[in-house]
């Protein structure tokens, strides 16, 4: 298991230390125990891993944020972050990864703070063991940056005991809905009403007129597995809701805060490690009697993406750190948000043409990594949504 150091130096540490122990113990972990040879088949056939999942958990990665009362690793954020960094270096699945780190870093959270001890007995235990598998779902067809837009809606009808909820809706694009026992779902009790109207749910997978529809193909991270989910009329009690009925906005916004960025942690893992591979590439690498990587052009393009790299990580750290203290962390972490997102596909596309032909075919897993980056500036608050954030808090209006 991972042991969370309980020092308050460790995140000065965790920002000078490219070789922090504690993600260079998991990098070794995951190159050793979650390497696995059909990664390319898998990836075309867009297939999930689950026994690299089950692998994870019962190192403790998949609950390191969690309390150990639930089983979890009870790791601070920046424990968490060096964890799921170390996790990007060395597993290649970067689907695998990213259905990890979106569990860890806004379910589980969410159910933390705001789930009843019930709650928490029931999901956040198997959650964190690998037993039970979640699914956030907020986004639909028409409701996506205008989150608050959602249709998804829920009936109050009560009985002579307890309000009882009817939920009836579609959610597109849920991150692990194909694999998941629970749906945490927003959802509105009067479109009109906007952010006030909104309340979160949970719903195991098995209640009746929960549908999820087959896999969706994307073009990246492949093998976490993604679908729409429909709800008709779907029968919940209070002991559905999370937190309190009307509470839904503000948990989003918890969830949304620092989480957004939190989840491109592995991200620049994978980054420092595409980094290492087109450093020894252009090293081996010959043309016209000498190493590529004596060519000015191909050793700027490396002193670049070490520049990304760093830039990404000092931002992704100084979020986590504000957020760690309580200060204010939304600009932050929006800025860490964008920094690593388009500076990985950014580097990626120097990665491809660093390594030439080799970086365009599939068999030496260079291409894959532009493809499992570009979502990055989707998921979470696309680019523009997370420049808006900067731009208010710079005291520009927008929406
Ligand atoms: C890999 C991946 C995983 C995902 N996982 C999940 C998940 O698990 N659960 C879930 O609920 N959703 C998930 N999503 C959906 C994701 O949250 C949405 O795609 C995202 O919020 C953007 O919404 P949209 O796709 O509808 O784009 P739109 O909101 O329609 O945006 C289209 C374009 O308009 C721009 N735009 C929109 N509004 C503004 C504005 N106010 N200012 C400036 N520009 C604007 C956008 O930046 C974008 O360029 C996932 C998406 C991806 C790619």
Same mark, same amino acid.
């Given at each position: ?27 070794? =972990? ?13 990836? +075309?056939?867009?297939?999930? =891993? ?54 860890? =870093? ?37 409701? *996506? ?6 249709? !998804? %809606?829920? #009936? /109050? ?5 307890? #309000?009882?909820?009817? &939920?009836? *809706?579609?959610?597109?694009?849920? /991150? ?30 098995? /209640? ?21 989910? /429909?709800?008709? $009329? ?19 916004? $918890? ?11 592995? +991200? ?8 290492? +591979? ?37 931002? &992704? ?50 291409? %894959? ?10 998921? *979470?608050? !696309? ?9 208010? =808090? &710079? ?5």
């Amino acid at each position: 298991m991972i042991q969370p150091q309980d020092d308050s130096s460790l995140a000065i540490e965790a920002l000078i230390d490219l070789d922090h122990p504690i993600k260079v113990d998991v990098a070794k =972990w995951a190159a050793e125990n979650l390497h696995d040879p059909a990664l390319a088949d898998r990836d +075309q056939a867009c297939e999930f =891993w689950p026994e690299g999942w089950q692998r994870a958990a019962d190192k403790g990665i998949t609950g390191i944020l969690v309390d150990p009362v639930y089983g979890g690793g009870g790791a601070d954020v920046i424990t968490g972050l060096l964890t799921y960094e170390g996790l990007g270096y060395g597993c290649r699945d970067a689907g695998l990864v990213f259905g990890l780190i979106t569990q860890a =870093w806004t379910m589980q959270p969410l159910l933390a703070q705001f789930g009843s001890e019930e709650q928490k007995q029931r999901y956040l235990s198997p959650l964190c063991s690998g037993d039970k598998k979640g699914a956030f779902c907020i986004t639909e067809a028409e409701s *996506g940056s205008d989150t608050f837009a959602m249709t !998804t %809606q829920f #009936e /109050t009808v009560s009985d002579n005991t307890e #309000e009882r909820y009817l &939920l009836s *809706g579609h959610k597109s694009y849920v /991150t692990m809905a194909p694999e998941a026992d629970l749906f945490m779902v927003f959802a509105t009790s009067n479109p009109d009403l906007g952010q006030w109207g909104i309340t979160v749910f949970l719903v195991d997978a098995d /209640t009746p007129g929960l549908t999820v529809s087959s896999n969706r193909p994307k073009m990246g991270l492949r093998t976490t597995p993604f679908a729409d989910v /429909t709800f008709e $009329n779907c029968e919940l009690g209070p002991e559905n809701v999370l937190g309190s009925v009307g509470s839904g906005a503000s948990l989003f916004s $918890n969830a949304m805060e620092s989480e957004r960025a939190f989840v491109l942690a592995s +991200q620049i893992g994978a980054m420092e490690y595409q980094l290492d +591979q087109a450093v020894s590439y252009t090293r081996e690498r010959r043309q016209f009697d000498q190493p590529i990587g004596d060519f000015q052009a191909v050793s700027h393009r490396l002193a670049n993406m070490k520049l990304r790299h760093d830039n990404a990580r000092l931002q &992704l750290y100084r979020a986590a750190i504000l957020h760690s203290v309580g200060k204010p962390s939304m600009a932050a972490a929006a800025l860490a948000k964008i920094q690593a997102s388009e500076a990985s596909i950014a580097s990626s596309v120097d990665a491809v043409l660093t390594h030439g032909a080799r970086g365009y075919v599939t068999e030496f897993g260079v291409e %894959q990594d532009l493809r499992n980056v570009a979502g990055g500036m989707v998921y *979470g608050g !696309t680019s523009d949504v997370q420049r808006n954030i900067v731009a208010r =808090w &710079l005291g520009n209006r927008n929406r």
